[in-house]
């Protein structure tokens, strides 16, 4: 198809000129003089550092090559990035990372590919970190298992229910380490909210108030003359072609997070965006990792003024607005907490700095989400948010939004992961995507 040709031009072009022109980073690190590192690692020869592979480094995929060169166990061994100005902005953030820590080893150069699957095929690459937008994050984390990487995946970790369950089913068949980045896992307010609630100390948990923001909308942005150095057909992948606008991909000029987030073709708004975090709190103090809601109601102005999720247990979750943006309010019989980023306030308000004895029961303790990964990758076993996990939370966000496109009630089964007797809901679940990319 017309798509291979063009990738094929653009990526000889792409790499030959970055590999000539960039100089970037492999470790050669100081494990022969033996000691520790400043994180507090041991320095390690090269044939025990963690080799990744680095997918879609805008913004955020730029700030994650800084926390894992922070952990000192790892290199990075090749790039992938559509847009060629952000590939060599990230690699000066890389030198920047060496510079400020020489601890971290020597320069050397870095490949950078077009097109992920180049990266996928190189030997060396023993992980990925996928923080493209999230329309590719199913067919990218498919083919990355297949190929023997195990997995970092930005959250949220899907665009569709059944996106989701083709990666954790990718995942198992392959045998590979997949962590979801909801990196709030890794957070102690978060940690502490959930233990308390886990071990009653505000009663039984009678509701929920979730504050994250809007829903997507549909696609609308007029087209704009697409700049230099950027592959657009390759940056839609497995999406049906529109015009490029630079709300989804913007200048280098300008360095913020994208919006494509906010347009349903490419993200699911803010209830996927911020949502992946709180409802993963939400879904983790509940003891839901593995299941969800049953019932998902659209607001009418009646009865449920804002979009409420029902648990098979009476719990009911709203997406509303109340005084903490991007915040959790749980509500108890005997107390109430809330929880957002750095902040937690409780009643009785003593619970805050509670200390949960060893004879209580405990979550899985992460104190650093990268670290946790690297980890789970050496003992071959599931992190702090393992796929399913993820997969769950994205699911609660994702269900929300269709019952925000339908403007109804919907019956959800989570261990069918279908909605029951409505083929409209059902339809929504997943999506066409186009032949070279489909999962």
């Known amino acids: 198809m017309k798509k291979e040709k063009s990738t094929s031009i653009t990526r000889r072009g792409f790499v030959g000129t970055t590999t000539k ?29 963690i080799n990744l592979g680095f997918i879609g480094v805008g913004k955020q995929g730029r700030g994650l090559t800084r926390s894992f060169l922070n952990t000192g166990q790892t290199r990075i061994a090749a790039i992938s990035e559509v847009y060629e100005g952000k590939a060599l902005r990230t690699i000066d953030t890389i030198q920047e990372t060496y510079k400020a820590n020489t601890t971290l080893g020597t320069f050397a150069t870095i490949p950078v590919y077009n097109d992920f699957r180049e990266l996928l095929a190189r030997k060396d690459v023993d992980a990925v970190v996928i923080a493209t937008p999230d329309h590719w994050h199913a067919a990218m984390a498919v083919r990355a298992a297949a190929a023997g990487k195990d997995i970092y995946c930005e959250k949220p970790l899907s665009l ?39 071990n009653g100390y505000i009663g039984e948990i009678k509701s929920v108030k979730v504050n994250v923001g809007p ?30 606008n630079s709300e989804l991909a913007p200048p280098l000029s300008k360095d913020v997070f994208p919006n494509w987030r906010n347009y349903r073709e490419f993200g699911g708004g803010m209830v996927t965006d911020w949502g992946a975090h709180m409802f993963d709190i939400v879904q983790w103090a509940l003891g839901m990792d593995d299941s969800g809601p049953v019932e998902v109601i659209a ?12 648990y098979e247990n009476g719990i009911t979750m709203t997406h509303e607005t109340w005084e903490w943006s991007n915040g959790i309010h749980f509500v108890g019989t005997t107390g109430e907490i809330k929880v957002q980023r750095k902040k937690i306030e409780t009643s009785p308000i003593t619970l805050a700095e509670r200390i949960i004895t060893e004879s209580e029961k405990h979550v899985y303790k992460s104190v650093d989400h990268y670290k946790d990964f690297l980890n ?54 997943g999506r066409i995507m186009r032949k070279e990319w489909a999962i």
């Open 299 to 310: 607001p009418d102005g009646k009865d449920h003024k804002f979009l409420t999720y029902r």
């Open 21 to 49: 022109a960039l100089t970037a980073l492999l470790i050669i690190p100081r494990f022969v003089m033996g000691g520790k590192s400043q994180t507090g690692v041991p320095y390690l020869a090269p044939s025990d550092l």
């Open 160 to 198: 569709r229910v059944k996106e989701g369950r083709a990666m954790v089913n990718a995942a198992r068949k392959y045998d590979r380490v997949f962590q979801t980045g909801s990196m709030q896992r890794s957070w102690p307010e978060f940690r502490q909210a959930v233990e308390l609630i886990r």
């Open 376 to 429: 789970a990758m050496r003992t071959r076993t599931k992190p702090v948010c393992d796929v399913e996990i993820g997969h769950r939370t994205a699911s609660v966000c994702n269900i929300g939004n269709i019952a925000y496109r339908l403007n109804r009630a919907l019956q959800w089964d989570p261990v069918k992961e279908v909605f029951k007797k409505d083929a409209e809901a059902n339809a929504l679940l």
């Open 215 to 244: 829903p997507p909308t549909a696609y609308n942005l007029p087209t704009e003359p697409v700049p230099a150095g950027l592959d657009w057909d390759l940056w839609l992948g497995p999406n049906e072609p529109v015009g490029f």
